[in-house]
C-alpha cells in the first residue's frame, strides 16, 4: 500500500483555501469535474478486447473436468490464462485452421 498520501478529516473547500499541484484553487466544483473525470478512466473488471469503452461479451461453457484441467495445465505452461487458450481455440476453429 502506497503511504505516500493519508486520508484526513473532510475539509470545507469554499471556506479553505486548498491547491492543487499546478497552484490552481481546489473548490467543489473543481474537485466534482476532477472526480468525474478520473471515473472515465477507472473502469471496473478487465480491459476490453475489442475497442476502448466497450465491453467485451462474455460466453460460459460446460466442460469435462479432464478438459479443464489439461486446458489449467496447457496455460500455466505456456504462462496464459485459461481464457487466452480458449479465445485462440475458437478463433482457430472459426477461422478453419484448428
Do not use: C, K, W
Not at 9 to 32: H, N, S
Amino acid at each position: 500500500m502506497n503511504h505516500r498520501h493519508q486520508v484526513g478529516p473532510d475539509v470545507d473547500l469554499e471556506a479553505e483555501d486548498v491547491r492543487d499541484r499546478q497552484g490552481r484553487r481546489i473548490t467543489t466544483e473543481y474537485a466534482g469535474g476532477a472526480a468525474d473525470e478520473a471515473l472515465q478512466f477507472a473502469r471496473p473488471g478487465r480491459p476490453s478486447l475489442g475497442a476502448i469503452g466497450q465491453v467485451s461479451p462474455r460466453v460460459s461453457f460446460r466442460i469435462p473436468e479432464q478438459t479443464r484441467r489439461r486446458a489449467e495445465e496447457r496455460a500455466s505452461a505456456e504462462g496464459r490464462s485459461v481464457s487466452e487458450v480458449a479465445r485462440e481455440a475458437l478463433e482457430r476453429y472459426l477461422d478453419g485452421t484448428g
